[in-house]
C-alpha cells in the first residue's frame, strides 16, 4: 500500500458545488493571527487542511471519506494567561486548543436575545472584515455613548466571551463597545479601530477608547475600556467604563490600564457628533447644543476645548469683564468667577453657585436660556416677573415656607396639581412630591432628573 501524500486540498476555482464554494470562503476569512487577523480565520483553515488529510487516509484512496470527531487537546493555562481585565478564554485548569473558541471575544456563535436598541435589528454576530465607510455609520453623542455604558453597569451584566445580553451584544470588553458606540455588529479587540480615528491621549474626552490588541496572541491581555474623564487635574487616572470579569465595573483606573499600560491606544469613534471640539462660532451666534461633556471637564488643572467654550458663551452672557484676555482652554480664575455670576444671576446660592458649571449651566448657557450676568433674559424667555429659585433646601420632608406654597400654586396653575387633596400650603407633603414629578416626567426627564424635587431648571420651567 502506498503512503498518501499530504497535502493542502485547494479547492477548483470554477467548480460550483457547496462543498468546493464553502471551502473558497473559509480560505478566504483572513490573515493569520500573526499578522493580526481574527484567530476564527486560522482556525477555518487549518480544520479543512485536517479534514481533507484525513478524508485521503480514511477513504483508502478512492473510497468515500470517513468523518471523525476528535475532542481538541487540552492546553494548560499559564498564570500569564489570567490578567486582570484582559480577555481570556473561559473556565479553569485547561483550555481546549481551539482556535475559534480562543479568540477574545469568542467563537461565531449565534445571537441570542432581543432586538438591539431602539427596536433596531439585533447586531451581526460576526466581526466586521472589511473596510468602513464613515457615511454607514450609526451617528451619536458622547452623552448617549456613556449613557448606553451606564445600562450595563447598572444591570451588573456578567461578563461572558460566549452570550449575548438582551440587548444582542455580546457580554465581553469588545460587544460591550460595539454596544456603546450602537455598532450594527459585535467586534472584537482585532478590528474595532476600523470604526475609529487613533487620537493622542492628552485629546481624551468622554466616549472614547483605549485599545490594547495583541496581534501575536490575542488571548493574552488583549482589552479595551471606555474614557468617561480624568479623575483629576493630573490626568494621571480616569473613570474607565469596562467589561471584565465578574461583571460590568466603571472605577477610577490609571491611566491607560493596570498592565500592559504603554500598549494602550486612544481611539474616537468615526461616527461621534456634537461632542468633539468645539471651535469658534464667529460672529457672537451660539454654538449648537453640545451635550454637557462632565464635571471632570472643569475645574483647577482642565485644559480642554469645553473650557474654551463655556468662557465664550460666559462673555456672550454679561462675563466678559472677568476675563483679561482669552477665553482659553486652560481653566482660571476668570472661569470659576464669571461661572458662579452667571449662577448667581439664577438665584442659586451655596452649592449651586459654587463656579463650576454642573448640567443645569451648561444646559441654560448652550440654548441661551435664564437670566445674563447683569440682570438680561436670555433667549429662550424671560424669569423676571418669577420669584428666584430659593435653593433645594427648601423643598425638603419637613420643611414649612412661602416656597413652598408658590410651588404648588404655580403647579396646579399648569395642571399638575391632581395629587392635592387640600391646599396647597406652605408644608412640604408627598402631593408636593408627586405634582413636581409629574412636572418633571412630562419634560421628557426620568430617573434621578425626576425624582418629585425641584431644582433650578424645574424651577425656571415653571415660571416662565
Known sequence: MSVPVFEEFEPAADCGCPGCAQQRRDLALGLPVRAGGHPAAHGARRALVLVTAAGVVLGGGG???????????????????????????????????????DTPQGG??????????GGLP???????????????????????????????????VPYSMEKYWTDGYRQDCSGYISMAWNLRSNEWTGSLDRFADRIDRTELQPG???????????????????FGGWTDYTHTSYVAYEQTKPRTRKQATPMAYWENSNRYVAY????????????????????TATPYPGLAMFGPGADNAYVT???????????????SKGPGPKWGEADRRATQAF??????????ADGLPGPETWKLLVTGGGRSIGGSSGSSGSTSNATAFPGRGSFRPGQSNAYVEKLGKQLVKRGFGKHYLSGPGPRWTEAD?????????????????????????????LFR
Open 433 to 461: 412630591r408627586r405634582n413636581v414629578e409629574a412636572f418633571q416626567r412630562a419634560q421628557g426627564w426620568r430617573g434621578a432628573a425626576a425624582d418629585g424635587y425641584p431644582g433650578p431648571e424645574t424651577w425656571r420651567r
Open 108 to 117: 461565531r456563535e449565534p445571537l441570542h436575545g432581543a432586538p438591539g436598541p
Open 309 to 323: 467654550q463655556l468662557g465664550r458663551l460666559l462673555v456672550d452672557r454679561g462675563g466678559k469683564k472677568f476675563y
Open 208 to 226: 472614547d477608547i483605549l485599545l490594547f490588541h495583541n496581534p501575536a496572541n490575542p488571548t493574552r491581555g488583549s482589552h479595551v475600556t471606555i
Open 268 to 287: 474616537r469613534y468615526k461616527g461621534v457628533v456634537s461632542g468633539g471640539d468645539t471651535g469658534s462660532t464667529g460672529g457672537g451666534a451660539k454654538p
Open 343 to 352: 449662577q448667581l444671576a439664577q438665584g442659586w446660592k451655596g452649592k449651586e
Open 63 to 101: 473510497g468515500a471519506a470517513v468523518a471523525t470527531t476528535l475532542p481538541p487537546p487540552a492546553v494548560p493555562v499559564t498564570p500569564a494567561d489570567l490578567t486582570e481585565g484582559a480577555d481570556q478564554a473561559e473556565g479553569a485548569g485547561t483550555r481546549a486548543a481551539d482556535p475559534a473558541a
Open 122 to 156: 439585533a447586531p451581526n454576530a460576526n466581526p466586521t472584515t472589511s473596510q468602513i465607510s464613515t457615511g454607514t455609520l450609526r451617528k451619536t453623542t458622547r452623552a448617549e455613548i456613556i449613557n448606553r455604558a451606564k445600562l450595563w453597569v447598572t444591570a451588573q
